[in-house]
């Protein structure tokens, strides 16, 4: 009964999630106008659910004029972008931390702890806001800069699961056949893991999409005219509460993304049996 | 307990020290700060005064000594835009947020703890399932776009609440709702979790055996032992929503450290921006170490660790 609401979870998640990407990958096909042509004697118009809509903007324009379907899955590929890219970056230092510290054990492992107390002391958005304020914001900034600070997940779990695999068998036998340590991480210790580190990528892709939304939305995340989703509700903000449908929309699409990808990483924990947490 | 806290005081110690060194290298990453602070019409003359009147041409590991030696002291230094000492504006700054913060904190646990009593009492029947989907959906919810529609409905609409400001207790109940939003999910399903795990244990069976009524194993029992775990992460959550509320101050404008910090940013203003780093660590760091001690009063069998 439980396993099955669960399934419905993850294949929602999943169906979410590949619309998502297909959107990402094909936005340049899929668009009906140029995501940046302004045209400013077609302004604010409205969706297609209220009366008097153009059908050429199913989802209306925003205060440029601009197509907002279009932008909108121009936001997709932004924040799919983002999400992938941050997670690469933070899954490399926290994977390459939590499994030193796993494996060494001893003062190795006391620094790895301190490192992960450490980047949770600091307060993430802040600390990226000031980073993008005073160098610029611009794509690669933002996912660097957010990519150095959302490891502490990955080293976590990375350094807690490789402690129960190092003491296992198949560990030891390697051991005993001479490999060497690299060998044995990366051939022993790091397949044993990956499922949970998926589980673990999962939900800081939709951490990253969140952050990069509100960095945006604050003016310090992506810079215009792109149409990410976060800058797209900061820019309609001082038209919202005439036409509310000009941050309902954007916002929805946010919404329903980060939730379909937890609820991917919900199905992939219950199907690999992983853990996401100390 | 001694030996617990005097580590944990060291390790404490540690991350504030690192914490000002990375908040120090963060600020000069821009390269030559006085060119961004006399702004685009300065002269070479003008950038050569703001160098010289805010210490910046000394050598940097002279800045940093200067810097880390004040701060140890309490002395945050001064701010360019406001021209004023930068730990009277994160003080007279602090009551919003930390109001803030309660506010969110009080309200997330409103929620989480019957939610999360609740499903895990009525485990695996559709209350269950619907509150973890409400679990779900929090995780997944933007803060700043609730805020945005929390505005919409109860300020605008209904006209129920103030939009912005701080000029009455009102107007902390949106923004505290919102941030509440970002830490009931992992609050309800803490709660959940321990519920579970003591209904299971053998002291409430005892409980039962002894006929104890429902209420009295529910709350005195049960909850005393899933408080544990609770406890820790309620105050490590407080310390994150201190550190979040920069949106949400941003969005309901209210003018608290977050919203200090992200002028200042808006204005290079990198005394306050490094200062309200730090502070904001320290305070969570503070917060850990007081989740630690109060786990250690609830629970006597992690006073030995």
Known sequence: MKRGWRNIGTWVGAVIVGIAAFCALFAPLLVPHDPFAQDLGKRLLVPFWMEGTDPS???????????????LIYGCRISMMIGVTVTIVSGIIGITIGVLGGFMGGRVDDVVLFAVTTRLSLPVVLVALAVVGL?????TILMFTLGLLLWER?????RSTTMQVRNLDFVAAAWCAGCSRFRILAGEVLP??????????TLEIALAILLEAALSFLGLGVPPPLPSWGLMIAEAKDYMFFSPWVIVIPGIALFVLVLGINLLGDGLRDLFGARSDA | MLRFLIRRLVVALLVAATVMTLAFVMTRLSGDLAISIAGPNATQDDIAAVRKAYGLDRPVLTQFFDWVGRASMGDLGDSFFFKRRVSELIGERMPVTLALGLTGLVIALLVSLPLGILAAVRENTPLDRFVQ???LLGQAMPSFWLGLLLMIVFGLQLGWLPISGTDSWQSFIMPGVVLAFSAIPALTRLTRAGMIQAMAS????TARAKGLSRASILLKHALRNAAIPVVAI???????????????EQVFALHGVGFLAWESIAKNDFPVVQAVVLV???IYVGLTMLADMLNAVLDPRLRGA
């Open chain 1, 192 to 201: 044993n893991i990956a499922s949970h580190l998926v589980v673990v990528a």
């Open chain 2, 133 to 135: 989907v409400v679990a």
């Open chain 2, 280 to 282: 904001l660590a320290v």
């Open chain 2, 234 to 248: 309620a105050a490590v959550q407080l310390g994150f929503m201190l550190g979040g509320s920069i949106v949400i």
């Open chain 1, 154 to 158: 990955f080293a976590v779990v990375a």
């Open chain 2, 202 to 205: 053998d002291y409430i069976r």
């Open chain 1, 135 to 139: 160098l610029g914001s611009s794509m």
């Open chain 1, 57 to 71: 903007h199913l989802l209306g324009t925003d205060q440029l004029g601009r197509d907002y379907l279009s932008r």
